[in-house]
């Protein structure tokens, strides 16, 4: 039983090749004026997704249907996720939500957050001296 939980297709298969049930896999970078946020979400259409944005969150939900109903005999393993999905980010900086930007091709969702100019002003580039 250990193994059939611990195995392949056991407990580090249900959760992913990672051992992280966080679903979709997210890239959030932080540049001088903005942060940008990538998600994959293969296999999702556009119109199942929802993105929430405040001056230092973003929420990204929706849902992954399935694409065509398992009938007949036969083995088969589901690996690929589907249902809903619900991942919420506290932003590094604070971002200005009337001016973000959403686009989504090829099944990668990326969002551009302009900082405020609050945050711009915050970071700054100091001299180091030396001895």
């Not at 679903?23 to 932080?30: A, I, K, N, S």
């Not at 994959?40 to 259409?45: A, K, M, N, S, Y």
């Not at 973003?58 to 999905?85: P, S, T």
């Amino acid at each position: 039983m250990m193994e059939d939980f611990f195995g392949p297709l056991g407990w580090r298969g249900r959760l992913g090749p990672w051992g992280s049930a966080a679903w979709p896999r997210v890239d959030l970078e932080e540049k001088d004026d903005e942060i940008r946020i990538r998600a994959e979400l293969p296999g999702v259409d556009k119109d199942d997704i929802d993105v929430m944005v405040n001056e230092d969150s973003v929420m990204i939900r929706g849902e992954k249907k399935e694409e065509e109903e398992k009938k007949g005999k036969g083995a088969y393993v589901l690996e690929c996720y589907q249902g809903f999905f619900e991942r919420r980010f506290f932003l590094p900086s604070e971002v200005e939500p009337d001016r973000a930007e959403a686009t989504f091709k090829n099944g990668v969702l990326s969002l551009k957050l302009p900082k405020s100019p609050a945050a711009r002003e915050r970071v700054k580039k100091i001299a180091i001296r030396g001895e």
